[in-house]
């Protein structure tokens, strides 16, 4: 059975710190690029961080560039997203997605909540 779990998000302050985690499960998470996307309400799911399987390189939406950095442990099966100098405007639910476009398969996970509030 394949899982995406996430770690659970929060509140947090303006210019705070919060890591995310996403725990994979029941499929080779090693050959799979792995994404967080976040979603407000009434807004279409955005593209935040990418890490691909090749050499583990990284990508980011502009608007966190400099402020979050995306990581991978294949050894533990666990995608990471470092959040730092947290923005109001970052305050949405975030996505864990895994995704091996050769083989056409891809998962979610549920969702977890990060508001940026003082």
């Known amino acids: 059975q394949v899982q995406l779990v996430e770690s659970r998000g929060g509140l947090v302050q303006p210019g705070g710190s919060l890591r995310l985690s996403c725990a994979a499960s029941g499929f080779p998470f090693s050959i799979y690029d792995m994404r967080w996307y976040r979603q407000t309400p009434g807004k279409e799911r955005e593209l935040v961080a990418t890490?691909?399987?090749?050499?583990?390189?990284?990508a980011y939406v502009d608007s966190v560039k400099g402020r979050f950095t995306v990581s991978r442990d294949n050894a533990k099966n666990t995608v990471y997203l470092q959040m730092n100098t947290l923005k109001p405007e970052d305050t949405a639910e975030y996505y864990c997605?895994?995704?091996?476009?050769?083989?056409?398969?891809?998962?979610w996970g549920q969702g977890t909540q990060v508001t940026v509030s003082s």
């Open positions: 890490i691909f399987t090749t050499g583990g390189s990284t």
């Open positions: 997605n895994a995704r091996n476009f050769r083989l056409g398969r891809e998962w």
